[in-house]
């Protein structure tokens, strides 16, 4: 069967700036946390050893020109353009920046810029981070730079890469510093990085830019176990707290009604301010960025939350393992692909049909050196990872559902926060030591897949 795409529909990849471009002067949380605590990035090997696009940027955007991108997402770092987060503007970085941009749109490849993916400053850290509203404002500024720098010529902004990851990393499951288990400080960062997006999204709209501003989330489509009310109840809450937490208010311009309630009874609210409502409502996008990489299957908890434990969103579910599910077994996630589909049709029913696209989707796979053939990793199984979530996104773009685009996560092997190299992601294999990029199968597939627009599939 062949699977068309609508005309200018987005083929490209996603990246960022922390992961790809290294060669750093400055410090953000990741230094920082791996100078004192190495042991906790795979084999020791942190955020200086990238795909150093920072040296290689021209020739890797001949390799996405290769690839057949009519688009492609990064990120600016704000310590990099900043380093203290809020004083002095760095040339370098501008210059820098300046020509990623003017030779991805001379090649014409769309840039699609994100203005904060996981690197905070490490001087906006010891400030308290997200926890503390004046960074909120170091941020409005830092955006508004990067809009008055750039802005005539990128005209798809994104205010964060799924805000979510810092909440639950850095102040919940302790897999990001700053490493703190304590769920009313995890709702104060995700409250303020919505005011910080909305002050962005209010910034753009008054300088009256060509372009668009939206924000990339990742949505994870809870599943209950059972139609038992129970479970469905169990996987409400779920969708609220990962999910609703951010899709609501740059949607809506409002926070679900019940997940308000719920935290107010347990105590558990961030600080607000009477203005706060006002410039949520400001916040709402032109264009949302879709993340999805796995579902998340829940049942209702079968034994009482220990009152002495520190309130978590496990109280009020547990992870439910599907039986004969699908497993990408280096990365321990599962793999569904209708769910896709469903998160389209989500946004078609009950939000309003928002424009949108796939921003990230892909699937690591650890030591795939063992897959090569003829000087080639032949990955024929991310070929059938990507034509699989494709023939579902096309079934809901054939439904109405307004879908604009499809990237992959991500172009080159890159360094991947606390897992180093362990597993490979891109569509091109990265030669860590030697630094030589080597297209694999499934880069020649997506190149023919988006010349073509279209791809084959029984």
């Known amino acids: 069967m062949k699977y068309a795409f609508p005309d200018n529909f987005w083929w490209g990849s ?39 696009f920072y040296q290689h940027w021209k020739t890797d955007i001949q390799l996405l020109k290769q690839l057949n991108h009519n688009s492609f997402r990064t990120s600016i770092s704000w310590e990099r353009l900043i380093p203290d987060g809020i004083g002095e503007v760095n040339p370098d970085a501008v210059d820098f920046y300046n020509q990623v941009i003017d030779e991805l749109n001379e090649q014409g490849i769309t840039p699609f810029i994100t203005l904060f993916h996981f690197d905070m400053p490490m001087a906006m ?23 008055e720098l750039f802005g005539d010529r990128v005209l798809h902004w994104f205010t964060f890469n799924e805000p979510i990851v810092p909440v639950e990393g850095g102040y919940l499951y302790d897999f990001h510093y700053p490493n703190v288990v304590d769920f009313r400080r995890a709702a104060t960062v995700a409250y303020h990085t919505v005011l910080a997006h909305a002050k962005a999204v209010q910034a753009y709209r008054a300088g009256h830019y060509a372009g668009e501003i939206g924000i990339v989330l990742n949505l994870t489509p809870s599943y209950p176990r059972s139609r038992n009310p129970a479970d469905v109840k169990a996987a409400h809450i779920a969708d609220l707290m990962f999910n609703r937490s951010f899709l609501d208010p740059v949607l809506r311009g409002e926070y679900p009604a019940d997940l308000v309630a719920l935290l107010k009874s347990y105590d558990q609210l961030p600080a607000c301010k009477p203005e706060d409502g006002f410039l949520i409502a400001e916040g709402k996008i032109d264009l949302l960025g879709v993340n999805y990489y796995q579902p998340r299957r829940v049942k209702c908890r079968d034994s009482a939350v220990n009152p002495q434990a520190p309130f978590m969103p496990e109280w009020f579910f547990d992870n439910y393992e599907m039986p004969g599910r699908k497993m990408n077994p280096y990365r321990g996630w599962e793999i569904y692909a209708p769910g896709i589909y469903d998160i389209l049709v989500n946004l078609r029913d009950n939000y309003g049909n928002p424009r949108c696209f796939i921003s990230e989707n892909g699937m690591g796979v650890e030591n795939e050196q063992r897959f090569i053939e003829n000087g080639q990793i032949n990955d024929q199984y991310r070929i059938d990872f990507i034509s699989e979530h494709l023939s579902w996104l096309h079934k809901g773009i054939s439904e109405g559902c307004n879908c604009l685009g499809y990237h992959m996560w991500t172009f080159i092997d890159n360094w991947s926060w606390c897992n180093a190299y362990k597993n490979r992601y891109g569509f091109i294999q990265l030669d860590v030591e030697t630094q030589q990029r080597t297209i694999k199968k499934s880069g020649e597939w997506f190149a023919a897949t988006a010349l073509n627009n279209s791809f084959d599939k029984e």
């Open 14 to 52: 996603a990246s960022s700036a922390l992961q790809t471009e290294g060669t750093r002067e400055g410090e953000t949380t990741w230094d920082y946390w791996f100078a004192r605590e190495p042991n906790r990035f795979h084999n020791g090997v942190g955020p200086q050893h990238t795909s150093t």
């Open 125 to 147: 850290q010891e400030i308290g981070g997200w926890e503390n509203r004046d960074v909120v404002d170091a941020y409005a500024r830092y955006a508004q730079i990067c809009f």
